[in-house]
């Protein structure tokens, strides 16, 4: 049951509506205060569970969700309350409004309604964001609360807002945290999460990965508001009486903290956080009202906080659920013997070319990175690219993975122009690369590296899964599939990312410097892989390395480039042998001729510059 | 930042104007006797009053909260000392912190009333108040503020919840009829939509002032901590007809900024203002302040019978007050000492009852009322002018309940 991510959620899901089922029947049994009090965790676990799914998938910390739940709150508010009561609370509510009492279970769906059109209103901005993300929810905060004191017929303006009949009981708390808890897991585990998780960790690597990290964030950002519409739903009828500034930082910094105490990563470590800060904070209370010490809460919060921040960084639980982490030291089970083959063909004519760069110009502010630069790559076929450090091979590839705008270019993929075409899409239309400095989702587990790439060529998370575990299995890492990538040694690193580069089941693998960093002994190994995907798939390859060996053995042409122009072109061993190539690969213009010698001559020996 | 009013920094403030408060006639004692006539309750059987306090001693209430609980405590004490209320009524308070959370102030006023309390003391704003006034409405126990004064108070919970505070209504309307009575026609109001003070005193200003005979020319609005006025300024110099009164109850730092702006601008219409104001930096604005009128519950001065309270401060904490509301927490004990007199008995019911009825209980500044009113408290309201840079008393009011402005 739990070797497959199916069956993972389901058990996780399982286990967590067990605990709060029995949360939720024990706490109806307590003395009134002391279900209030559960009744309260379980509202505020819900708003923990919307910034989990946002904040905890895409890294990306919001102070904006408790407009949300405030929205929700009004919405829900204003639909509930009796027509009686609203003539007197609410006398400016528009005629129609004011005769509207709906049932509390519709009133409270109106309220999530309400919080979701704001979801996508504003997710539509923050997506777009990037970096700048997180400044934007404090002014989506900001925004909503000036809303609230503004629209002062729905809301009384900073005034209390009044008459909302008490209806959240601890079945009703205890049922939207159930689903908030069941929204939140299956959300980790599906394909956007799973996408969204890998942009969190590197938004560049996730969109070559094909990601498309905006669309992502913004169904991660939508999704949590229902959730906190769902929040503020149950917190109107909780409350009975509000005003906008119930709304606003306090409670923001509440839910922060239990999320940030539980670990912002997991599912567990929102509802952990939500019970050890409710838990923690009541015991305090207790004692400090039992003595007459106040403020022992707001200590004891500060230094949970920081006995958190300072031990466990990421929170109790981390990144990574329970069942996760008992899975940590497991092998997954091993694909058929014969991985490779189940390998699906991507390009059927040897020789064909199917990437065209020609004309590549790109300057960085002044210097001439790229001078009309051409490269073409053939289907099952690999092209080397070398040069001396700053030739411009690696801006190269950034430049055909669209990573980096090109100046000019004239790009075709398999016959279609893609000069134009975004990142991720460049990647699900057949781009596969790796970077020089590595760039693996380090926080997730190899196999799930892999996967983002799978889901992005159109798999299932299921099916994904398993083709990744093939993948992995002929670069020879299966075995590493449920430990965290940035944990493994460097070589098999490596080969983690070649893998997700193959999983997009690319048309052409960009590879800059696979080999570095590996023994002899690695890199012929890597070689052999590399052997055969090229002979199952029919991928064209493109090559940067400064092995010259191993460019030798695998290149069927080579390219060099020296000071961002092509120095020479053609058959490798032809290309090594002009002069002027080893004059510039090695930096000796006008001197030695011997080491033309040399570099033609090297045999196995590995000559790594 | 916006529960109500009382922004005042009350730091160490100088005595002043002495006589200034020494409101009427009131020279006894600020331990209570009651005034109040009740339904001849017959002689109770000694019992304790549980009072539950689910107030914000921590927090962004707790300049209110805090204050108001130290002179509550001496209340009780003296009135323990004494026997208990009437001599055989007992006071037994339990305290517990709300930490200024509404959601709190709930979960705590369920456990003080699990308890058996007769009476809940709620904290100085609305919001948690009410949150906690629910509970005691359904469990049948009067509650009151400190001293929240927005008059939806009470009208939210019910007929148990109560404030000690005057209505913001009942301060517009003493603020309409002295302009009237200056001749004032024509008048400007400043308000904020930022907080249910700042945006609801100008509504019963303009609504009394209107009922006078007056006319709100304009009405500006600000935002709180707003660096600029200078746009307001032409605005009210725009204005035609010119007010002859700017009424505002913004308060620190927003009222010095104003004022600034205005006089700097060459406007010197007089300016109305309400009980935020009333801190040393208003007196400190010098010769730009001189002729400002405001409202206020009382002022902080070691004199007369407030003089008797800083003794009895002095000797419990080591110091003298430093706001106003350790003043009115001591006077919420006068209050609850002639409701329970009156009832004869612990019963939350009969309690709640005999509050209602209160009229003319003796406190510190003044006499407290229920009865014919909203469930706010009915007391005396001081007038005060700044002359020379120190607060003179221009009148003391009590204010008729059937005149002030709906809440």
Redesign the interface.
């Known amino acids: 049951m739990m070797s497959t991510r199916r069956g993972r959620t389901l058990a996780s899901i399982g286990l967590w509506v067990i605990i709060l089922i029995v949360v939720t029947l024990i706490g109806s049994t307590l003395?009134?205060?002391t279900q209030?009090?559960v009744t309260?965790s379980l509202v505020l676990l819900t708003g923990v569970m919307a910034l989990q799914i946002f904040s905890g998938n895409s890294g990306i910390l919001s102070f904006g969700h408790v407009g949300f739940v405030g929205v929700a709150a009004y919405t829900t508010g204003i639909l509930a309350m009796p027509a009686a009561v609203k003539r007197?609370?609410l006398p400016l509510l528009p005629e129609p409004l004011q005769e509207v009492e709906l049932p509390i279970v519709a009133a409270m769906l109106g309220g999530i309604l309400a919080a979701t059109i704001v979801g996508v209103i504003s997710g539509l901005v923050i997506a777009r964001l990037g970096d700048a993300a997180s400044i934007a929810t404090l002014a989506v905060l900001i925004i909503l609360h000036g809303v609230m004191?503004?629209a002062?017929p729905f809301t009384r303006?900073?005034?209390?807002f009044?008459?909302v009949p008490?209806y959240t009981s601890i079945f009703v708390a205890g049922i939207t945290a159930i689903l908030a808890v069941i929204v939140a897991r299956l959300f980790r585990d599906s394909r956007i999460g799973i996408h969204l998780r890998a942009s969190r960790d590197d938004a560049l690597a996730a969109s070559t990965a094909g990601v498309r990290v905006q669309y992502a964030t913004l169904i991660g950002w939508i999704v949590s508001s229902v959730i906190a519409g769902a929040m503020g739903a149950a917190?109107a009828g909780?409350?009975?009486?509000?005003?906008p500034?119930?709304f606003y930082f306090?409670l923001t910094l509440t839910l922060l903290t239990m999320l940030i105490v539980g670990g912002s990563g997991s599912v567990a470590g929102g509802i952990v956080g939500a019970f050890v800060v409710t838990l923690v904070v009541e015991a305090l209370?207790r004692v400090?009202?039992a003595n007459?010490f106040?403020?022992l809460?707001?200590a004891g919060l500060a230094i949970i906080i920081l006995l958190t921040l300072y031990f466990r960084p990421r929170g109790l639980l981390g990144f990574r659920e329970p069942e996760e982490f008992l899975a940590y030291r497991k092998s997954p089970t091993p694909p058929d013997a014969d991985a490779a083959g189940a390998l699906p063909v991507r390009n059927e004519n040897p020789g064909q070319t199917v990437l065209c760069g020609h004309n590549l110009v790109k300057n960085f502010s002044g210097l001439v990175a790229l001078n009309h630069v051409s490269v073409d790559v053939e289907a099952q076929h690999v092209m080397g690219l070398i040069g001396p450090n700053g030739s411009g091979k690696s801006t190269f590839v950034n430049c055909v993975t669209g990573v980096t705008k090109p100046e000019e270019a004239r790009l075709t993929l398999a016959g279609e122009d893609i000069a134009r075409t975004p990142v991720w899409r460049r990647a699900r239309k057949g781009l596969g690369r790796t970077f020089q400095t590595m760039r693996l989702f380090r926080e997730l587990t190899v196999l799930d590296n892999v996967t983002v790439s799978c889901i992005s060529a159109g798999m299932s998370p299921h099916e994904a899964d398993q083709r990744a575990l093939q993948i992995l299995a002929v670069l020879g890492v299966a075995h590493h599939g449920n430990r965290l990538a940035g944990e493994l040694p460097y070589g098999d690193q490596r080969r983690v990312e070649i893998s997700r580069a193959l999983a997009l089941n690319p048309r052409v693998l960009l590879l800059d410097e696979p080999a570095a960093g590996m023994n002899p002994a690695e890199s012929r190994e890597l070689l052999r892989q590399m052997e055969t995907i090229l002979a199952t798939t029919g991928v064209g390859m493109l090559l940067i390395d400064h092995d010259v060996a191993l460019i030798r053995s695998a290149c069927d042409s080579l390219t060099v480039l020296d000071y961002g122009k092509v120095l020479a072109h053609g058959e490798p061993q032809a290309v090594l042998d002009q002069p002027e190539v080893a004059a510039a690969y090695l930096g000796w213009r006008e001197s030695d001729p011997s080491a033309t010698q040399e570099i033609g001559a090297t045999g196995t020996e590995r000559k790594s510059l | 930042m916006?529960h109500s009013h009382h922004r005042r920094v009350t730091g160490a403030l100088v005595a002043i104007a002495a006589g200034t408060l020494l409101l009427a006639a009131c020279g006894s004692s600020g331990s209570s006797d009651s005034a109040a006539s009740s339904d001849a309750a017959p002689a109770g059987e000694s019992c304790t009053v549980k009072v539950g306090v689910a107030t914000g001693?921590?927090?962004?209430l707790a300049y209110v909260d805090v204050p108001s609980l130290e002179g509550f405590d001496i209340w009780v004490d003296e009135v323990n000392a004494a026997g208990g209320i009437d001599g055989k009524f007992r006071v037994e308070t339990i305290?517990?912190?709300t930490?200024s959370?509404?959601?709190q102030s709930?979960?705590?006023a369920?456990?003080l009333?699990?308890e058996g309390i007769s009476f809940l003391i709620t904290p100085g704003d609305?919001?948690p108040s009410?949150?906690a006034g629910?509970l005691a409405q359904e469990a049948q126990v009067p509650a009151m503020s400190w001293f929240g004064s927005?008059p939806?108070?009470p009208?939210?919970?019910g007929d148990f919840m109560f404030s000690n505070a005057f209505g913001d209504n009942a301060q517009a309307r003493v603020l309409a009829n002295y302009a009237t009575q200056q001749g004032y026609t024509t008048a400007y109001t400043l308000g904020s939509?930022?907080?249910?003070y700042?945006?609801?005193l100008p509504r019963y200003f303009k609504e009394a002032f209107t009922s006078n005979g007056g006319t709100v020319v304009g009405e500006g609005t600000y935002t709180m901590g707003q660096p600029n006025f200078n746009v307001i300024a032409d605005e009210i110099k725009a204005l035609n007809p010119a007010p002859d009164v700017i009424m505002t109850p913004a308060y620190e730092p927003d009222f010095p900024t104003f004022l600034k702006a205005i006089r700097g601008a060459g406007i010197n219409t007089p300016v109305l203002g309400t009980d935020g104001i009333d801190s040393p930096t208003t007196l400190a604005l010098g010769e730009t302040a001189e002729g400002v009128v405001y409202t206020t519950a009382g002022v902080l001065a070691n004199e007369g019978p407030m003089g008797e309270f800083f003794t009895k401060y002095n000797a419990k904490y080591g110091k003298d007050p430093e706001a106003i509301f350790a003043v009115t927490g001591y006077e919420l004990g006068n209050v609850l000492n002639a409701a329970v007199t009156n009832a004869q008995s612990c019963d939350p019911v009969a309690i709640k009852d005999a509050i209602t009825n209160l009229e003319g209980v003796q406190g510190i500044t003044g006499t407290i009322s229920f009865k014919g009113g909203d469930r706010m408290a009915i007391r005396e309201i001081a007038l005060i002018k700044v002359t020379g840079g120190e607060r003179s008393l221009v009148e003391v009011v009590i204010v008729d309940p059937a005149t002030v402005p709906a809440a």
């Open positions: 003395p009134s205060a209030l009090l309260t007197t609370s004191v503004g002062e303006g900073s005034q209390t009044y008459g008490r917190y909780l409350l009975g009486a509000f005003s500034k119930d306090t209370r400090g009202d007459e106040f403020g809460t707001n | 916006n001693q921590t927090g962004g305290v517990k912190d930490r959370d509404a959601a709930a979960t705590v369920a456990e009333l699990g609305a919001d009410i949150a629910q927005s939806v108070l009208v939210a919970v939509p930022d907080s249910a700042t945006s609801n």
